[in-house]
């Protein structure tokens, strides 16, 4: 592995008249540093980050996330703020964690941060320094919504909060919670089938993204029409919808138009 292979989160500062590095730190910043980085990297998710092997590099106050396939998430979002120059679309918690960096830098000319990260063949870096403004936009608005969510289930499982974990084919993971029972009812071993899920969940209205999902029912998954499948999703949705008088409209009130819809 290179240099180019590795996600980097550097911090830069002064300390007693001194730049900020491994020989010049203290205990208390080289934690809240490393616990702000490792919030970064797992952000609103189960990802365990306990087993990600670190390194500490000298001439700043730098982690070094030696495999970057365990921050993948984390790296998308560094590459949406560089791409977008703002903070609209990321993980809520990254968002908190990025935001802090910044109110640092804004108090204090002296310190800033830089993140050096892998994405589609690229390294490129990303700084946060007093001049640098990264805002929030649009906060992110979420709608309760039932979906129909296709994947192949690669974990399902838990002792204490049993969820079920889906790779879409687009290359996302969502996290399902369901039931101790459902489980149970299985009568076969859905681990590494692909299967539709019928969920409730919040649903964000700018970029789709789902979150606190819970398992209403599965579906087996086939990529052939089937009328008489159609027909009882048909049912389920009508029903779903009986008390709406206009759906249209009460769509377009949730996205913010309020403008007549005909």
């Known amino acids: 592995m290179t240099d180019k292979d590795k996600l980097v989160f550097s911090m830069r500062g002064i300390l007693d008249d001194e730049p900020l590095g491994l020989d010049n ?96 063949g690229e390294y490129s870096k990303l700084d946060i320094t007093s001049e640098t403004d990264y805002k929030i936009r649009h906060p992110q608005l979420w709608a309760k919504t039932e979906s129909y969510v296709i994947g192949t289930i690669y974990d399902m499982g838990g002792k204490s909060d049993p969820n079920i974990h889906l790779l879409k084919a687009n290359g996302d993971t969502l996290k399902v919670s369901v039931s101790v029972g459902a489980l149970k009812d299985l009568k076969e071993n859905y681990l590494y089938t692909e299967r539709v899920l019928h969920v409730s969940a919040e649903e964000n209205i700018r970029t789709s993204e789902l979150r606190n999902a819970k398992l209403i029912e599965f579906y087996p998954y086939s990529p052939h029409y089937d009328d008489e499948d159609m027909r009882k999703i048909g049912e389920k949705v009508s029903e779903a919808w009986k008390d709406v008088p206009d759906v249209g409209l009460w769509v377009e009130q949730i996205r913010g138009n309020y403008a007549e819809v005909n």
């Open 25 to 120: 730190l203290t205990f208390g910043t080289l934690l809240d540093f490393m616990n702000d980085v490792k919030n970064f990297i797992k952000g609103d998710s189960d990802l365990e980050t306990n087993q990600i092997r670190i390194a500490l590099e000298s001439g700043s106050a730098s982690v070094v996330i030696l495999d970057p396939l365990q921050a993948e998430a984390a790296i998308k979002d560094l590459w949406k703020i560089s791409r977008e120059q703002n903070l609209d679309t990321i993980d809520l918690v990254r968002q908190k964690t990025f935001s802090k960096w910044q109110s640092s830098a804004h108090k204090n000319s002296n310190v800033s941060f830089t993140m050096f990260y892998p994405f589609q």
